[in-house]
Nanobody, 124 residues
Framework: QVQPVESGGGLVQAGGSLRLSCVASGRTFSSYAMGWFRQAPGKEREFVGYIIWNGGSSYYADSVKGRFTISRDNAKNTVYLQMNSLKPEDTAVYYC?????????????????WGQGTQVTVSS
């Protein structure tokens, strides 16, 4: 069992920055990839990015590439999502999720434990 818990959401103006954190308790944190997803009202949950088990590689959706950065600290069981140059269309509930294995995926079904989400609102 893994229990991810996100924090760091809030209200920010367009062009601003936020850093989300996700602490995952339970099975060995360094054994699995971590992903970030988001869901806007009336829309399906969409992939944002992932980072592999040792932090050696990450991958991002085109919509956030160059603006968002994922990092992890395995000693603290924590993964981060640094969001810069935020846009109103980034407004959503952001979820972190624990992967089923060490390598990441863009697919929701590749993640088996999800946090409750944290709201990010970007005003224009």
């Amino acid at each position: 069992q893994v229990q991810p818990v996100e924090s760091g959401g809030g209200l920010v103006q367009a062009g601003g920055s936020l850093r989300l954190s996700c602490v995952a308790s339970g099975r060995t944190f360094s054994s699995y990839a971590m992903g970030w997803f988001r869901q806007a009202p009336g829309k399906e949950r969409e992939f944002v990015g992932y980072i592999i088990w040792n932090g050696g590689s990450s991958y991002y959706a085109d919509s956030v590439k160059g603006r968002f950065t994922i990092s992890r600290d395995n000693a603290k069981n924590t993964v981060y999502l640094q969001m810069n140059s935020l846009k109103p269309e980034d407004t959503a509930v952001y979820y972190c999720a624990a992967g089923k294995g060490p390598h990441g995926s863009t697919l929701v079904d590749s993640y088996d434990y999800w946090g409750q989400g944290t709201q990010v609102t970007v005003s224009s």
